[in-house]
C-alpha cells in the first residue's frame, strides 16, 4: 500500500494568509508532533513508504521527518503552488495514484487514536472511507451521506436525501483503479484550470460515478479524533482530545 499525505499548504484558517508559522503537521501536542504521530502510526501499520506533499517550510517538515524515520520512508514532492487549492497537492503526487497499488490518502492536520488510521488500514474494504456518526453538524465538517447502507455523497455540502449521516476524519483508502479514476479526474480539473472544487468534491465524483458498494466505510465513532483548522481546534486537541489517547493507550498525559 502507497500512502500520500498533503501536507503543503500555510495553514491560513490557523494562522492567517501571510504567514511564516510552521506547518499545522508541526504541531505538538503531548511533545510530538503531528507529523512523528502519523509516521509511527503508520509504521506500526506496516507502511513502508509514505509519499508527503510538501511547500510551505519544507524544510522544517523534511526535518522533522528524517528524525523520526528510517532512511527513504518519506518521499517528498514539493508543490510550488502550495498557496493554491489542496486539489493541486493532490495533483502533485499524481505518479503515487497511478502506481498500480493501493493508496491510503490522508490529511496532515489530524489529532487522532491510532485505531483512526489503523482500522482503515487493515480493513477487508479496498475503497474505503472512515466515518464518525457523533458530529456537530454545520458548514465546516466534510460529510459522508448513506442511503440503505451506501455512500451517496461526500463533502462540506451534500444532499438532504440520506438515512445516516455522520463526519469524515480526513483518510481514505482507494483501490488501485479508483485511484487512477481519481487522478483522472483531479488532472482534468487542473489542466482546466477548474480549481474551485475541492479535492473532495473531485473525489465524490468519482465515487457517485460508481456502482453502489464500490465505496464502504469503516466506523470510528467512539474514537478521538480531531481536526486542526482554527485556533479553537488547537485548544480542544489540547484539553480534550489529547487526554482521552493518553487514557485510552494507557498513558500518562503530557502537560
Same mark, same amino acid.
Given at each position: 500500500?502507497?500512502?500520500?499525505? +498533503? @501536507? &503543503?499548504?500555510?495553514?491560513?484558517?490557523?494562522?492567517?494568509?501571510?504567514?511564516?508559522?510552521?506547518?499545522? @503537521? *508541526?504541531?505538538?501536542?503531548? !511533545?510530538?508532533?503531528? *507529523? @512523528?504521530?502519523?509516521?509511527?502510526? +503508520?509504521?506500526?501499520? !506496516?507502511?513502508? %513508504?509514505? /509519499?508527503?506533499?510538501?511547500?510551505?517550510?519544507?524544510?522544517?517538515?523534511?526535518? %522533522?521527518?528524517? &528524525? !523520526?524515520?528510517?532512511?527513504?520512508?518519506?518521499?517528498?514532492?514539493?508543490?510550488?503552488?502550495?498557496?493554491?487549492? #489542496?486539489?493541486?497537492?493532490?495533483?502533485?503526487?499524481?505518479? /503515487?495514484?497511478?502506481?498500480?497499488?493501493?493508496? *491510503?490518502?490522508?490529511? @496532515?492536520?489530524?489529532?487522532?487514536?491510532?485505531?483512526?488510521?489503523?482500522?482503515?488500514?487493515?480493513? &477487508? $474494504? $479496498?475503497?474505503?472511507?472512515?466515518?464518525?456518526?457523533?458530529? %456537530?453538524?454545520?458548514?465546516?465538517?466534510?460529510?459522508?451521506? *448513506?442511503?440503505?447502507?451506501?455512500?451517496?455523497?461526500?463533502?462540506?455540502?451534500?444532499?438532504?436525501?440520506?438515512?445516516?449521516?455522520?463526519?469524515?476524519?480526513?483518510?481514505?483508502?482507494?483501490?488501485?483503479?479508483?485511484?487512477?479514476?481519481? &487522478?483522472?479526474?483531479?488532472?482534468?480539473?487542473?489542466?482546466?484550470?477548474?480549481?474551485?472544487?475541492?479535492?473532495?468534491?473531485?473525489?465524490?465524483?468519482?465515487?457517485?460515478?460508481?456502482?453502489? !458498494?464500490?465505496?464502504?466505510?469503516?466506523?470510528?465513532? #467512539?474514537?478521538?479524533?480531531? =481536526?486542526?483548522?482554527?485556533?479553537?481546534?488547537?485548544?480542544?486537541?489540547? =484539553?480534550?482530545? +489529547?487526554?482521552?489517547?493518553?487514557?485510552?493507550?494507557?498513558?500518562?498525559?503530557?502537560?
Amino acid at each position: 500500500m502507497k500512502v500520500i499525505m +498533503l @501536507a &503543503a499548504g500555510v495553514g491560513r484558517r490557523l494562522h492567517g494568509d501571510e504567514n511564516d508559522q510552521l506547518p499545522k @503537521a *508541526l504541531l505538538e501536542f503531548g !511533545g510530538k508532533s503531528l *507529523l @512523528a504521530r502519523h509516521i509511527e502510526c +503508520l509504521m506500526d501499520n !506496516g507502511i513502508k %513508504e509514505l /509519499t508527503m506533499v510538501v511547500g510551505h517550510r519544507k524544510e522544517d517538515l523534511l526535518a %522533522e521527518a528524517d &528524525a !523520526g524515520s528510517p532512511d527513504g520512508f518519506v518521499r517528498p514532492i514539493f508543490n510550488p503552488r502550495y498557496k493554491e487549492t #489542496g486539489l493541486i497537492s493532490l495533483g502533485a503526487a499524481d505518479d /503515487t495514484m497511478r502506481s498500480g497499488n493501493d493508496v *491510503l490518502f490522508m490529511d @496532515a492536520d489530524v489529532l487522532y487514536h491510532p485505531d483512526v488510521l489503523g482500522r482503515l488500514i487493515n480493513s &477487508a $474494504q $479496498q475503497n474505503c472511507f472512515t466515518i464518525d456518526y457523533e458530529f %456537530e453538524e454545520g458548514d465546516e465538517p466534510v460529510k459522508l451521506c *448513506l442511503r440503505d447502507g451506501h455512500l451517496i455523497d461526500f463533502g462540506k455540502k451534500v444532499t438532504d436525501d440520506y438515512h445516516t449521516i455522520g463526519e469524515w476524519p480526513g483518510f481514505m483508502r482507494m483501490s488501485p483503479d479508483i485511484a487512477v479514476k481519481i &487522478a483522472n479526474a483531479v488532472k482534468t480539473h487542473i489542466d482546466t484550470n477548474n480549481l474551485t472544487s475541492t479535492y473532495e468534491e473531485v473525489m465524490c465524483e468519482v465515487m457517485v460515478s460508481e456502482p453502489l !458498494g464500490t465505496f464502504g466505510y469503516e466506523d470510528v465513532t #467512539g474514537l478521538p479524533w480531531t =481536526e486542526i483548522d482554527f485556533p479553537i481546534d488547537v485548544t480542544y486537541a489540547e =484539553e480534550t482530545i +489529547l487526554p482521552e489517547i493518553m487514557k485510552r493507550l494507557g498513558e500518562k498525559s503530557a502537560s
